[in-house]
């Protein structure tokens, strides 16, 4: 199926170093520094690598990137609440509000009639919007961009139902594994819909290089 999407294998390793570095170091980080006593310690380091690889995807692609920008705030945001606060499930089940503020902010887009979904697929693939983004792909991205609001709020339920009924330790596992393994699972469901859309509206097969394209540069 993956080499179907046009998503070669250095790919493949490419999106699984990207969740160790991005999911599960952050809260492996976090976690071990709890077990040392210190929520401070355990916050910096846990917070303090999520922001190391935000500040270096600025710098790698040289723009300031909305999607970034938001996530370094984010992360600023959830560390200081979590200090100010003294509790470490605030900053353990941050993500309950990271997908509740996505979610709501993808219903928005589709209320109001300007769906996001086609404008985050243009800035990933950047030269290559125009080749890419044909009608019938947009129009599918439109119907992906609902689909994705209802997945992130359906996801900050079930943390926060996970957050409310489980031990810290096992919830980072779930939180973990409900991050980007289930994102990177929604992403090639995605591409798998918007080629199957474009194969019925035009009658032909797209080409291998448009998807490996989008996949590429989300692996990059």
């Known amino acids: 199926m993956l080499r179907e999407l046009g998503l070669s294998g250095r790919d493949t390793w490419k999106l699984i170093r990207r969740f160790v570095s991005a999911a599960a170091v952050p809260s492996l980080l976090f ?5 040392q006593g210190s929520l401070a310690a355990a916050v910096g380091a846990g917070g303090g690598w999520a922001a190391f690889l935000q500040v270096h995807a600025l710098i790698r692609y040289r723009l300031l990137d ?3 920008l938001y996530g370094l705030v ?3 945001g959830q560390v200081a609440v979590t200090l100010a606060a003294n509790s470490p499930a605030i900053f353990a089940g ?6 509740l503020i996505d979610g709501l902010g993808l219903l928005g887009s589709v209320a109001i ?3 996001l979904l086609p404008s985050v697929v243009d800035r990933i693939i ?3 919007a125009q080749a890419v983004l044909t009608l019938p792909v947009r129009a599918a991205l439109g119907r ?3 689909a994705w609001a209802v997945g992130c709020l359906a996801r ?3 943390l926060y139902v996970a957050l409310t009924r489980m031990a810290l330790g096992p919830f980072l596992v779930v939180n973990t594994l409900a991050g980007w393994p289930l994102t990177a699972v929604g992403v090639l469901a995605s591409v798998a819909y918007v080629g199957a859309q474009t194969r019925r509206a035009v009658r032909v097969r797209p080409t291998r290089r448009s998807l490996r394209t989008c996949l590429g540069r989300l692996a990059a």
Do not use: D, I, K
Request: net charge positive; charged share 15%.
């Open 126 to 128: 950047r030269q290559h």
């Open 66 to 68: 909305p999607v970034v």
């Open 144 to 146: 992906l961009t609902l």
């Open 113 to 115: 009639g300007r769906p």
């Open 156 to 158: 900050a339920v079930g």
């Open 31 to 35: 976690y071990f520094g709890l077990r």
């Open 94 to 99: 941050s993500g309950v509000a990271e997908n």
């Open 74 to 76: 984010f992360t600023a």
